[in-house]
């Protein structure tokens, strides 16, 4: 038997005549050249065959009873776009004939008419439509080839996603596109989908056999009934086309991006596989990369916090003090308008901005104030702080923010004197929030003061302790922000 792939690859005619004997004729033909053939006895029933599938050619008699050839000419662009018409004529109509090339007919036969004839013209136009397709695929290669380079740029696994998805949709005209990758559990689950035309589809995929056949094979070309293997699709959203590509890291299956064509017009074949097995094998690399510079992430985060926590163990009267300070300066540089990158490292560098308080020989934990020689000692933690993170590369951006949070806007701080705009942003940011937290916790020599008595400190010091601007942003917000956290937290 052949392969049914192959049948379902060869070129599709369809004859429409209103004789019988023209239509089996033809239809025995073009069947032994290798077409696959279909006929109708006039315009309304090629127009419902051509409803139901696709057709590469059509040929059509021009008088036929119900609808004829010019009339059906007409309605196939609407259904069907890039099928091609040829017109079949007596020669008492050739006027007729050449008014129907005029509305678009590719080619026109006259009747009677030699087998060879008609057998080339439909071999020339079947070569045309190949040659207009790979022209459209080149076009389509280009700019999948610019998508995949800005997949393989991200870092973020949503973008890489919703990049996939958008392609899917634009370019390969996809109606449904579904995205899936791998859970913690050893399963699969959907990540992205996309809806092109329609808004809504029915149907499932079948997970076990998919993921089945893209272990053995490489991917999934399957259309209408045959696709039914894969994915269960409801009466209403009948399928046309599907395409499964994975996305595979050397042989390890990470998913695999589906795509749903509902339209007979669009139609996955050869040159879409290959064209989407490149986007996969690409979005298969970048996936992987954004899902380990995730985890690099997640561990990173980690790891503050928990220094973060050791660094406010050291001293029963400033527990929590790193995790507050860092809420308050995230919330003065998003204020303030910095962009998220900026943003993430103001609130590790708050989250960091003690970390020094470990190289103080001190017992922070004594009530009272400390003595002057006690606080020599303690004005050292700016420093320690820039030693201890100086070793470890990926946290040297932390620095600034860790060494200068005691400099001053009027330069008589520590440890540096620096002054004004010489002092970073960041190290200005958590001077503030630092400062707040400080008056509004209780301390070993005195109860926390309130909320509004510690913002007009920090009104009064603007300009003079604190870059006026980060205060005045500070002072602006806080009682929104603080009365938001509220109500966040019941
Ligand atoms: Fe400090």
Same mark, same amino acid.
């Given at each position: 038997?052949?392969?049914?792939?192959?049948?379902?690859?060869?070129?599709?005619v369809?004859v429409?005549?209103?004789?019988?004997?023209?239509?089996?004729?033809?239809?025995?033909?073009?069947?032994?050249?290798?077409?696959?053939?279909?006929t109708?006895?006039d315009?309304?029933?090629?127009?419902?065959?051509?409803?139901?599938?696709?057709?590469?050619?059509?040929?059509?008699?021009?008088?036929?009873?119900r609808?004829?050839?010019?009339?059906?000419?007409?309605?196939?662009p609407?259904?069907?776009?890039?099928?091609?018409?040829?017109?079949?004529?007596?020669?008492?109509?050739?006027?007729?004939?050449?008014?129907?090339?005029?509305?678009?007919?590719?080619?026109?036969?006259?009747k009677?008419?030699?087998?060879?004839?008609?057998?080339?013209?439909?071999?020339?136009?079947?070569?045309?439509?190949?040659?207009?397709?790979?022209?459209?695929?080149?076009?389509?290669?280009?700019?999948?080839?610019?998508?995949?380079?800005?997949?393989?740029?991200?870092?973020?696994?949503?973008?890489?996603?919703?990049?996939?998805?958008?392609?899917?949709?634009?370019?390969?005209?996809?109606?449904?596109?579904?995205?899936?990758?791998?859970?913690?559990?050893?399963?699969?689950?959907?990540?992205?989908?996309?809806?092109?035309?329609?808004?809504?589809?029915?149907?499932?995929l079948?997970?076990?056999?998919?993921?089945?056949?893209?272990?053995?094979?490489?991917?999934?070309?399957?259309?209408?009934?045959?696709?039914?293997?894969?994915?269960?699709?409801?009466?209403?959203?009948?399928?046309?086309?599907?395409?499964?590509?994975?996305?595979?890291?050397t042989?390890?299956?990470?998913?695999?991006?589906?795509?749903?064509?509902?339209?007979?017009?669009?139609?996955?074949?050869?040159?879409?596989?290959?064209?989407?097995?490149?986007?996969?094998?690409?979005?298969?690399?970048?996936?992987?990369?954004?899902?380990?510079?995730?985890? /690099?992430? =997640? %561990?990173?985060?980690?790891? #503050?916090?928990?220094?973060?926590?050791?660094? @406010?163990?050291? &001293?029963?009267? +400033? *527990?929590?003090?790193?995790?507050?300070?860092?809420?308050?300066?995230?919330?003065?540089?998003?204020?303030?308008?910095?962009?998220?990158?900026?943003?993430?490292?103001?609130?590790?560098?708050?989250?960091?901005?003690?970390?020094?308080?470990?190289?103080?020989?001190?017992?922070?934990?004594?009530?009272g104030?400390?003595?002057?020689?006690?606080?020599?000692?303690?004005?050292?933690?700016?420093?320690?702080?820039?030693?201890?993170?100086?070793?470890?590369?990926?946290?040297?951006?932390?620095?600034?923010?860790?060494?200068?949070?005691?400099?001053?806007?009027?330069?008589?701080?520590y440890?540096?004197? /620096?002054? =004004? %705009?010489?002092?970073?942003? #960041?190290?200005?940011?958590?001077?503030?929030? @630092?400062?707040? &937290?400080?008056? +509004? *916790?209780?301390?070993?020599?005195?109860?926390?003061?309130?909320?509004?008595?510690?913002?007009?400190?920090?009104?009064?010091?603007?300009?003079?302790?604190?870059?006026?601007?980060?205060?005045?942003?500070?002072?602006?917000?806080?009682?929104?922000?603080?009365?938001?956290?509220?109500?966040?937290?019941?």
């Amino acid at each position: 038997m052949s392969n049914p792939l192959e049948l379902e690859d060869r070129p599709r005619v369809l004859v429409v005549d209103d004789e019988k004997f023209i239509r089996d004729i033809l239809a025995d033909f073009l069947g032994l050249e290798g077409y696959f053939v279909r006929t109708a006895s006039d315009g309304v029933s090629a127009l419902d065959v051509l409803h139901a599938s696709r057709f590469d050619v059509v040929i059509s008699d021009l008088k036929m009873p119900r609808m004829g050839g010019i009339e059906l000419l007409e309605a196939i662009p609407r259904i069907s776009p890039n099928t091609l018409t040829i017109i079949m004529t007596g020669f008492g109509t050739v006027e007729t004939a050449i008014e129907a090339m005029k509305r678009g007919a590719y080619d026109y036969v006259l009747k009677p008419f030699k087998m060879d004839e008609v057998i080339h013209i439909v071999r020339r136009g079947i070569d045309k439509q190949r040659l207009a397709a790979e022209n459209l695929r080149l076009k389509e290669a280009v700019s999948l080839y610019s998508v995949s380079e800005a997949i393989s740029a991200s870092l973020s696994l949503e973008e890489i996603l919703e990049t996939i998805g958008q392609l899917a949709v634009q370019e390969m005209k996809a109606d449904v596109v579904t995205i899936w990758l791998e859970d913690r559990k050893g399963g699969f689950v959907e990540r992205h989908s996309r809806m092109g035309n329609r808004l809504q589809f029915g149907g499932q995929l079948h997970i076990d056999v998919i993921v089945q056949h893209l272990m053995n094979d490489q991917n999934i070309v399957a259309h209408g009934t045959s696709s039914e293997r894969y994915f269960a699709s409801t009466p209403d959203s009948p399928i046309v086309s599907l395409l499964v590509v994975p996305l595979k890291v050397t042989r390890r299956l990470l998913g695999w991006i589906a795509l749903v064509s509902t339209n007979h017009t669009v139609r996955f074949d050869e040159g879409h596989r290959k064209l989407f097995s490149i986007i996969g094998a690409r979005a298969a690399a970048a996936i992987e990369n954004a899902k380990l510079y995730e985890e /690099l992430q =997640g %561990t990173f985060q980690q790891t #503050i916090h928990g220094l973060a926590k050791a660094i @406010d163990k050291m &001293d029963r009267y +400033t *527990s929590g003090h790193s995790d507050r300070v860092a809420l308050y300066a995230t919330f003065l540089a998003n204020k303030l308008g910095l962009s998220e990158d900026v943003v993430a490292v103001v609130n590790q560098s708050a989250l960091m901005h003690d970390i020094g308080k470990i190289g103080c020989v001190l017992n922070l934990n004594k009530p009272g104030t400390l003595t002057q020689e006690e606080y020599e000692v303690f004005k050292k933690h700016p420093q320690y702080g820039k030693d201890i993170l100086e070793p470890i590369k990926f946290l040297h951006p932390l620095i600034p923010g860790v060494q200068l949070h005691h400099e001053r806007w009027d330069g008589k701080g520590y440890p540096l004197g /620096l002054r =004004g %705009t010489e002092i970073p942003l #960041i190290a200005r940011i958590i001077a503030v929030a @630092d400062a707040y &937290d400080a008056m +509004t *916790s209780n301390r070993a020599y005195r109860r926390a003061l309130p909320q509004d008595v510690a913002i007009g400190e920090i009104e009064r010091c603007a300009g003079t302790q604190f870059d006026p601007e980060a205060a005045l942003a500070f002072i602006e917000g806080i009682d929104e922000f603080m009365a938001n956290r509220k109500k966040l937290r019941g």
